[in-house]
């Protein structure tokens, strides 16, 4: 059995969750797990010097949790897909041929070290501030944004992030979100497709 981590990042309401999930959906023995069901709780979060909560920085997030979701999947694929009360799907004449992909999602993805490190494959979601600003605008998030949450904390954090991410030299592909859903994914689906027929080559 062989095992490939895809990593899709990118930029609030850029497209990554998306594409993730169409990703999952048309590759056989995949997986997902997005970073966004790994926030800690909203009491926990810190509040910074203009009353913004933090929730753009990987302490407002349960990383190590996250962390052993990835490990245990790791360690056995398709027992992993079992607990979640799904059932693997042969997609070759034998199990050591097929290969287990793990889509994994998320803001800060490629931001923590451990967990950049396990990605073949690396895609970033990028659109324009003021697309990505009235898209936010549109979104109900639980807790509420509140007045200028997007300009005095969002958007420069991610503007930090980004800084952060690109500063650890790993290989992403960079997207540009503004392009059909359909052909965003076609190439991804088309990279990701080629990446598992290496493996199942591979001896």
Request: glycine letters at 6%; hydrophobic letters at 35%.
């Amino acid at each position: 059995m062989k095992t490939l981590v895809v990593g899709v990042g990118g930029m609030t309401n850029g497209g990554k969750s998306t594409l993730s999930k169409s990703l999952h959906l048309q590759i056989p023995n995949s997986c997902l797990i997005a970073q966004d069901s790994y926030f800690k709780d909203d009491p926990v979060v810190p509040v910074d010097s203009n009353g913004f909560k933090q929730y753009d920085k990987l302490d407002a997030l349960l990383m190590d949790t996250m962390m052993g979701e990835v490990d245990s999947w790791r360690r056995d694929p398709e027992a992993f897909l079992r607990r979640r009360g799904l059932n693997p799907q042969r997609t070759t004449p034998s199990a050591d041929e097929a290969v287990h992909v793990l889509i994994v999602e998320g803001f800060l993805i490629f931001n923590h070290g451990p967990l950049n490190e396990l990605f073949y494959k690396r895609y970033f979601m990028e659109i324009p501030y003021d697309v990505c600003k009235r898209r936010r605008s549109l979104r109900v998030y639980t807790p509420p944004d509140p007045p200028g949450y997007f300009d005095g904390h969002v958007w420069p954090m991610y503007l930090k992030n980004r800084q952060e991410m690109e500063s650890m030299e790993t290989e992403i592909l960079f997207l540009d979100g503004m392009k059909p859903k359909e052909e965003l994914l076609a190439h991804v689906y088309r990279d990701v497709c080629q990446e598992i027929e290496r493996l199942r080559e591979k001896h």
